[in-house]
């Protein structure tokens, strides 16, 4: 019956849309196989904060993008043009290409008015705007305050350096994108975003394939003191063991690490796909986005807002609650968000033991919060969990005394094999939002 309401609602959305490239440029993972094994084990690849020095916040840990070169993926880039260039950006051109790559979507292969690209960005280009205000404040007579103003004002790429967009466009003009390019600044649920508008112009025939990006760079003394501002439990002080510095759903949580990079998931039509030969990673069921239109930084605590987004995604996708094999919590290792996803469960679920509520994982504690593009790490994990038919673990769970209240399965042990037919993401944010992503097997 699931199998057939499922069938009905997809005639009335329009054709079937899969997930069939994932490309990353993440701490220790710049392949999606890479990416798959950290995510599965729950191998954090968390150091000690190189970057930059964290002003009053103290913070000492991060997720860093080391060793990064742009020439390795995007070989075709001129050096003038990549030189004009910001990381985040190069980053980001970088795991479009390797999407495409992974999908066979490379030039080519799709009619390039029939490819579009939705980039999720939640600070934009916030690096290079920090390293641009430091020049000008520098701009003070001596001999260097000329050079340092000139290392980001000198050429005529500076305007397109500080445009929030600039990654997207980047990526589609090196790609070849002619469709519909622009980016989306959802804080933490904007992958989740872009992801249900690809979906939704690929069933509208709009287009033949989306490439979804979300690219966030936040190791800046600006990012760091601005959430240190919001009051303890947000940002993690961890120093002794930088891996541990996430630990969700635990007593011993304390906030989270910011992480930086860049994940691209290629979502296309499944009759094209089809034609291709390819079956894809997962299949996009369904998206609901909840604004709670209550204060910008709380969130509601019952489970019943977020429950209820559940139920209605779940609804979209001819489903219901019984059917979910796991869910991909949003898991930032904070007071309240931890607690309301269990408590989410709990509304989800009632009269059910906990013992017998379906497994929540977070995913966070492996290259840290990457705020507008955290949800697309948690749709790729996601996507992967169900092509792999195993479920990802939480990291530094089993080693920890659980919160009372979070005390129910996080798949502490490691990566679990067993069937999966359904998952659920999640993602929440700023701004009182709350928004879920429903994926089904390819």
């Not at 005639?11 to 993440?26: P, Q, Y």
Request: aromatic share 6%; net charge negative.
């Amino acid at each position: 019956m699931a199998a057939l309401a499922e069938s009905n609602a997809g005639k009335k959305r329009g054709e079937s849309v899969l997930i069939t490239g994932i490309g990353v440029m993440l701490p220790g993972a710049t392949h999606v196989n890479e990416f798959w094994q950290d995510v599965r084990d729950g191998t954090s690849q968390l150091g000690p904060l190189t970057r930059c020095t964290p002003g009053r916040a103290g913070v000492r840990v991060a997720g860093e993008l080391r060793d990064f070169d742009h020439r390795k993926f995007l070989p075709e880039l001129n050096e003038k043009f990549a030189n004009r260039y910001t990381r985040d950006a190069l980053a980001a051109m970088s795991a479009v290409e390797e999407a495409r790559r992974d999908a066979g979507l490379v030039t080519g292969e799709i009619d390039p008015e029939r490819l579009s690209l939705i980039a999720s960005s939640s600070r934009g280009p916030l690096e290079w705007v920090g390293e641009a205000l430091t020049a000008e404040g520098a701009n003070a007579p001596g001999p260097e305050s000329g050079a340092a103003r000139d290392r980001h004002f000198g050429d005529s790429g500076a305007m397109l350096r500080g445009m929030p967009g600039a990654p997207a466009t980047l990526a589609a003009i090196y790609g070849d994108v002619r469709g519909l390019v622009t980016t989306l600044s959802s804080a933490c649920v904007g992958g989740h975003h872009a992801i249900g508008f690809a979906a939704e112009l690929i069933r509208a025939g709009a287009a033949d394939a989306v490439v979804v990006l979300g690219h966030e760079f936040p190791l800046t003394p600006l990012v760091f003191e601005s959430f240190t501002a919001m009051g303890s439990g947000v940002l993690s002080t961890e120093s002794a063991d930088p891996r541990r510095a996430i630990r969700p759903y635990t007593r011993e949580r304390e906030g989270f690490a910011f992480g930086e990079g860049a994940v691209a998931l290629c979502l296309e039509r499944a009759g094209h796909a089809q034609a291709r030969g390819v079956d894809g990673y997962a299949r996009v069921l369904s998206h609901r986005a909840v604004n709670e239109a209550t204060h910008p930084f709380g969130m509601d605590m019952s489970g019943e807002v977020t429950a209820s987004a559940v139920h209605a995604a779940l609804r979209d996708a001819g489903r219901g609650p019984q059917d979910v094999d796991w869910f991909c919590g949003h898991g930032t290792a904070t007071p309240k968000n931890d607690v309301a996803e269990s408590r989410m469960l709990g509304a989800l679920y009632p009269g059910r033991p906990r013992s017998a509520w379906p497994p929540l994982s977070s995913v966070k504690p492996v290259y840290g919060h990457l705020l507008g593009a955290a949800a697309l790490v948690n749709a790729a994990a996601t996507a992967l969990a169900l092509h792999h038919q195993c479920l990802c673990a939480t990291a530094n769970y089993a080693e920890a005394e659980p919160d009372p209240e979070c005390d129910h399965d996080h798949v502490g042990e490691g990566g679990r094999p067993g069937p999966v037919d359904l998952a659920v993401s999640l993602a929440f944010a700023i701004g009182s939002q709350t928004s879920v992503l429903a994926l089904g097997t390819a």
